[in-house]
């Protein structure tokens, strides 16, 4: 029976032969992820009333990243809480305020094709770059997950994002993610599983897919898939992971889809989404009347090395304009570590770049915040009211090339005409 790679992957878990849509199975659990604000502070209490233990240390990959570098008492206590709980639990795959849970995750060699993965956040879904299928739970779930190692599971349907073509110059995993947006709306996922594939999305690197999978979470759905292939092969070789397998790891011919969507990428214009939603997401054209203050290169979706070098291609030569904070979080340290090395920090600090701490931060509504009525254009994924701050904040979402090109005009820009 032909089967989408979410089928393969649930059916692996499940330990069947082939699961179809609707099935309620129960799955192993590969590797359960969490982080400070998720993980411990919540769970500890929870074992400590049932009298229960974790199912196997060696499978739990926990990361500090939301209240890192939090000046405040609490900050300070939740992160302690952490480095407590897994030194008492003997939790090895500890990683302490080293970057974002996601980018860390891939960039340790933690995920790899055919694995079945939990993690406690929304945007867990980014492991789906690397053809394993991972979706957000919350604490409740993560518990059961933490003493049990499995999980139930409705076997949803796939819907796929086909893309042909090249993207063009300026264009990238980020405005595929906000066209989507735009054109699906916070619900068009409903659910259900999100693939992407065809030509431009081979010609990916990985963490432009992971941009890709990371945000399937605001079309509301469960996981987003990139099946595995030689450039997953050769990140993750790089990563440590060991020996990689590619089969079976891939959607069959002719099997179950919910629908199929076409799209031409050399047509794709960058996008921005204007407050206070990812689905109001429109052409970069419609929005470059807009003056802002803030330009902000950062979180998982927006900060990874290749969101940095993006950003360097437009600003290299550049100053960023007068009366603009261009405020730079980069994803992890390695990546910043790398961006140091071969120059790419370089070129943004001397356009003017502010560098933050390798943390969620401003993106989870942490840190030092906007200023009140502050109109600001983002990497980030999301542009909720309020959530980065003051509700007076009007934030629109771009890519790291838009952003880049924002802070040097003073206003949204379209980044075409600027990138080196």
């Not at 192993?28 to 009333?49: I, Q």
């Not at 550049?318 to 340290?333: E, I, N, Q, T, Y």
């Amino acid at each position: 029976m032909a089967q989408t790679l979410a089928q393969k992957l649930i059916a692996r878990a499940a330990g069947r032969a082939a699961v179809s849509a609707g099935e309620i199975v129960v799955c192993r659990v590969d590797l359960a992820m969490f982080h400070d604000s998720s993980g411990p502070r919540r769970l500890k209490p929870m074992l400590e009333r049932l009298g229960a233990g974790v199912w196997d240390p060696s499978r739990i990959v926990l990361v500090t990243d939301h209240y890192v570098g939090g000046e405040d008492a609490e900050s300070r206590a939740i992160v302690r809480i952490a480095r407590d709980w897994a030194k008492a639990e003997g939790i090895r795959n500890f990683h302490d305020g080293v970057g974002i849970c996601h980018v860390v995750l891939a960039e340790n060699g933690y995920l790899r094709p055919g694995m079945f993965a939990v993690g406690a956040d929304s945007h867990s879904p980014t492991g789906g770059a690397f053809g394993a299928y991972m979706f957000g739970i919350g604490a409740t779930e993560m518990l059961g997950v933490v003493v049990t190692g499995e999980i139930w599971l409705r076997v949803p349907e796939t819907i796929l994002m086909h893309w042909d073509g090249r993207f063009g110059a300026g264009v990238c995993a980020k405005d595929v993610m906000l066209f989507l947006c735009g054109r699906f709306g916070l619900d068009g996922g409903a659910y259900q599983v999100i693939e992407f594939a065809g030509a431009a999305i081979t010609a990916l690197p990985m963490q432009e897919r992971m941009t890709l999978a990371n945000m399937t979470a605001e079309l509301g759905a469960q996981t987003g898939l990139v099946a595995a292939d030689e450039t997953t092969q050769r990140y993750l070789a790089a990563a440590g992971a060991g020996d990689v397998e590619l089969e079976p790891w891939h959607s069959d011919q002719g099997a179950p889809l919910r629908a199929r969507h076409a799209f031409d990428a050399d047509r794709l214009t960058p996008q921005v989404a204007a407050p206070h939603s990812p689905a109001n997401a429109r052409p970069v054209a419609e929005f470059e009347a807009v003056a802002i203050e803030v330009a902000y290169v950062g979180a998982c979706t927006g900060a990874k090395l290749e969101d940095l070098r993006m950003a360097a291609r437009v600003l290299e030569g550049r100053r960023v304009a007068a009366g603009v904070a261009l405020l730079v979080a980069p994803a992890s340290r390695r990546d910043q570590d790398t961006a140091r090395a071969e120059g790419t920090l370089g070129v943004l600090e001397q356009a003017g770049a502010r560098l933050l701490p390798n943390a969620c931060g401003l993106c989870a509504g942490y840190g030092e915040g906007f200023a009140p009525q502050a109109t600001v254009v983002s990497t980030t994924a999301r542009n909720f009211k309020g959530r980065m701050g003051d509700p007076s904040v009007r934030v629109y979402l771009a890519s790291p090339y838009t952003v880049a090109a924002s802070a040097v005009a003073g206003r949204i820009a379209d980044p075409r005409e600027l990138v080196h």
